[in-house]
């Protein structure tokens, strides 16, 4: 039996649930696939929970030689790779630190501006449609740090995003200490007070798929390398039979290039893998906030499944075996500054962030796949970015005016 939708979603992470939802609540008659055949089982997941209003620029490649040296050795807890995957992974790094100069990194920081400085609210509006709004905790997130040179660099930076608007407080040991007083070491920190914390990721995917799902959607399980273009849209094989649309949108996460390379698109997305565990913690002991070593190279989240410990960037070849060597080598380091019990997860979970060399995603239609939409590439923030960048390509979606210009994050810059 064959169905027929408006719109067909392709992929079930937070970025495509969020996106299909905005598409819904366009009047569209949308249906979510996901090879899982249920939302958020994959990168979206395990994040650190932050939805990252004060990321006003992302992440880019630190450019002191001492750190790229410490890169090199793969001695830095912040970054690891497995020495078989370098050659592939040369180019994209070589790109990535081109767009980390500062001239990228202006311009970069302008096309994500009215996206991030939406990211809280666009998500709140979600949230309240969702009944999910408990998931959404005000409270900001705690850079700590080990160093005065750090330090002062941090605060020289926050100078410009309170520019920008943002609000940001200084902490001595005395006000670290009053609103963490389980935390013990560093010499001060940032609280970066506009970010939203986000408790439970998957509970906030599955509330938005549930709403979706309420309000007339349709969730499939299918997968999406059986996609075909036919006259007049676009037709996949499903757990419910095939299905027809003539729009699709593709928001497959860390999957997205190689569904789009039968197509002809080559676009160069990186993965930067990272890994979790949760821990239970000492009795009477309490974190609350999400806290950033970012010296000593993890941050701690306190989730509702206990608190979870979150590492940097991994590079390795998409398919390898998990290798958490990040994660056993700071959480001795994490036991330190704040009295973690004992690990709660039989595995170590790991997630790949789908990162373009421009740290941007790619956002609107592809240019000779008529119906074609795209919406991937969310690197670190695809939680922060995922109702905005929903909004965004639903309104391009639907001919209205996008609430922001959409032109730096076409597909177009990659195929040149
Ligand atoms: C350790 C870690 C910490 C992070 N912390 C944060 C944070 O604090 N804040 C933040 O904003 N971001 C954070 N991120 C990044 C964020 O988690 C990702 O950017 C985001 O989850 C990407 O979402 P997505 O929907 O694009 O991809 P995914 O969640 O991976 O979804 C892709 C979906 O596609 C489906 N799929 C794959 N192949 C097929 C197929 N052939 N057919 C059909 N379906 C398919 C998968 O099953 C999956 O459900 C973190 C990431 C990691 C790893």
């Given at each position: 039996m064959s169905q027929n939708v408006d719109v067909m979603v392709l992929g079930a992470g937070i970025v495509g649930t969020a996106s299909a939802l905005q598409i819904q609540a366009k009047g569209r008659l949308v249906a979510l696939i996901d090879l899982a055949g249920e939302a958020g089982r994959e990168t979206s997941y395990g994040n650190a929970g932050l939805i990252e209003r004060s990321s006003l620029t992302p992440y880019l490649l630190p450019m002191e030689p001492l750190t790229l040296l410490r890169y090199a050795l793969n001695s830095a807890p912040q970054v690891h790779y497995h020495v078989n995957a370098l050659i592939e992974t040369l180019p994209w790094i070589i790109a990535y630190g081109l767009n980390s100069r500062a001239a990228a990194k202006a311009r970069i920081g302008a096309a994500l501006l009215p996206v991030i400085s939406a990211c809280v609210t666009e998500h709140q509006v979600l949230m309240k449609a969702a009944g999910a709004l408990d998931l959404c905790r005000p409270t900001g997130w705690i850079?700590?740090?080990?160093?005065?040179?750090?330090?002062?660099?941090?605060?020289?930076?926050?100078?410009?995003?309170?520019?920008?608007g943002l609000t940001i407080d200084q902490l001595g040991l005395a006000d670290l200490a009053r609103l963490e007083p389980d935390l013990h070491g560093g010499i001060g920190a940032l609280h970066y007070r506009d970010p939203a914390f986000v408790p439970d990721p998957l509970g906030l995917t599955t509330a938005y798929a549930r709403h979706f799902e309420h309000s007339g959607g349709v969730m499939l399980s299918g997968d999406a390398r059986g996609l075909e273009q036919t006259s007049d849209g676009w037709r996949l094989m499903t757990s419910s039979g095939g299905l027809t649309a003539r729009q699709v949108l593709l928001a497959l996460g860390p999957w997205s290039a190689e569904i789009l390379r039968p197509l002809g698109y080559r676009v160069p997305l990186g993965i930067?893998?990272?890994?979790?565990?949760?821990?239970?913690?000492?009795?009477?002991?309490?974190?609350?906030?999400?806290?950033?070593?970012?010296?000593?190279?993890?941050?701690?989240?306190?989730?509702?499944?206990?608190?979870?410990?979150?590492?940097?960037?991994?590079f390795a070849r998409f398919e390898a075996p998990p290798t958490p060597v990040q994660l056993n080598a700071v959480e001795p380091v994490a036991r330190k500054l704040f009295p973690l019990?004992?690990?709660?997860?039989?595995?170590?979970?790991?997630?790949?962030?789908?990162?373009?060399?421009?740290?941007?995603?790619?956002?609107?239609?592809?240019?000779?796949?008529?119906?074609?939409?795209?919406?991937?590439?969310?690197?670190?923030?695809?939680?922060?970015?995922?109702?905005?960048?929903?909004?965004?390509?639903?309104?391009?979606?639907?001919?209205?005016?996008?609430?922001?210009?959409?032109?730096?994050?076409?597909?177009?810059?990659?195929?040149?």
């Open positions: 850079k700590l740090f080990r160093s005065e040179r750090e330090l002062a660099k941090a605060a020289h930076e926050a100078e410009g995003l309170r520019a920008a930067k893998r990272g890994y979790h565990m949760h821990y239970a913690t000492q009795p009477g002991a309490k974190l609350n906030h999400p806290v950033l070593d970012d010296e000593g190279g993890y941050l701690l989240a306190p989730m509702n499944q206990g608190i979870r410990l979150t590492t940097g960037a991994e019990a004992s690990r709660l997860d039989k595995d170590v979970w790991m997630g790949r962030r789908p990162c373009l060399p421009d740290m941007m995603p790619v956002l609107g239609e592809a240019p000779r796949h008529k119906g074609l939409w795209l919406n991937f590439g969310h690197q670190h923030h695809g939680l922060t970015l995922a109702a905005v960048t929903g909004r965004l390509v639903a309104e391009m979606m639907t001919g209205e005016t996008p609430f922001a210009n959409p032109a730096p994050f076409a597909i177009t810059r990659f195929q040149r």
